[in-house]
């Protein structure tokens, strides 16, 4: 143990980790104690970043996993591809990153055939009301479930359709895929429960925005099931809401958490964030007891 000092962020999930600099080199016996802290907590906070630069974030993420570089292309950072760039600045008449994300409660890439194992997200430049993030337990979600729909959810897959989702909610904000870009996200099949390959604890995976059905149900009879699943992940008191600092550093592990973002004014105010996302695994059914 490297003796990380660590404080709750909510009473089912999350953590702050107190006193690292990541702009300095950690040790494997201290990352180790972060990678678990991220595992276990399924969000993280580190403040006090903001003397960081991309490479700092790059090399940081890096020692979780292999990066992913984002469908969308056109929002990565010049000269660091692994940064996707989320912001509402328009510069030289055009949006810089990604904008208008998504108000809705999903999980980073879980579209794609190895879902990411989480993300990194940096405030570069936050407005003083409102652009907060809002996240659930998908865990803790399961657990509370009644137990005849956990039973249900157990044996069924869901049909994640990026193109489907992207046109309905996006094209109109964003523009159209390309057609290369529709080639990279078929519709993928996942497990409604996955278990966590490093704690085994289960967890809901169904992003209610990429979900088109379930496998074997018909669009009408999986929204039902989807809105009851939803009814019990995201309650007010579920919610941890994290209102953003300049430089703080939010870890999130998309295998066991949801996240959303929250509206501000953008017509007035700027939003700049640099989010490095962590390549995956394909999910595994939840263990089964024997």
């Excluded at 702009?23 to 494997?28: F, S, V």
Aim: glycine share 8%.
């Amino acid at each position: 143990m490297s003796g990380l000092e660590t404080r709750p962020l909510h009473a089912d999930f999350g953590a702050e980790i107190v006193g690292l600099d990541l702009a300095r080199p950690i040790d494997d016996v201290t990352f180790a104690d972060v990678r678990r802290t991220v595992a276990e907590s399924g969000v993280v906070l580190i403040r006090g970043q903001a003397h960081i630069g991309p490479e700092d974030q790059v090399a940081f993420s890096a020692r979780f996993g292999m990066l992913e570089e984002h469908v969308l292309t056109q929002f990565l950072l010049p000269g660091h591809p692994e940064i996707f760039v989320v912001s509402n600045i328009v510069e030289n008449g055009r949006h810089i990153g990604a904008h208008g994300g998504a108000k809705q409660y999903h999980s980073d890439l879980a579209y794609l055939s190895e879902p990411s194992m989480g993300s990194v997200f940096r405030c570069v430049e936050c407005p003083d009301d409102g652009g907060e993030t809002a996240f659930v337990s998908m865990a803790a979600a399961y657990d509370a479930l009644p137990d005849d729909l956990r039973r249900r959810l157990d044996g069924l897959d869901a049909v994640y359709d990026y193109v489907w989702s992207y046109d309905k909610r996006l094209a109109p904000l964003r523009g159209p895929l390309s057609e290369a870009q529709k080639a990279k996200t078929p519709p993928m099949v996942h497990p409604a429960v996955r278990a966590h390959p490093e704690t085994g604890r289960p967890a809901l995976f169904l992003s209610d925005i990429w979900v088109r059905n379930f496998v074997g149900l018909t669009e009408a009879e999986s929204r039902a099931i989807l809105n009851e699943v939803m009814a019990t992940a995201i309650r007010p008191d579920a919610e941890y809401v994290h209102c953003w600092r300049l430089g703080d550093i939010v870890i999130w592990d998309n295998r066991s958490t949801m996240h959303r973002a929250c509206p501000f004014d953008e017509t007035i105010a700027r939003r700049l964030m640099h989010r490095t996302t962590i390549k995956g695994d394909r999910p595994q059914r939840k263990r089964q007891a024997s």
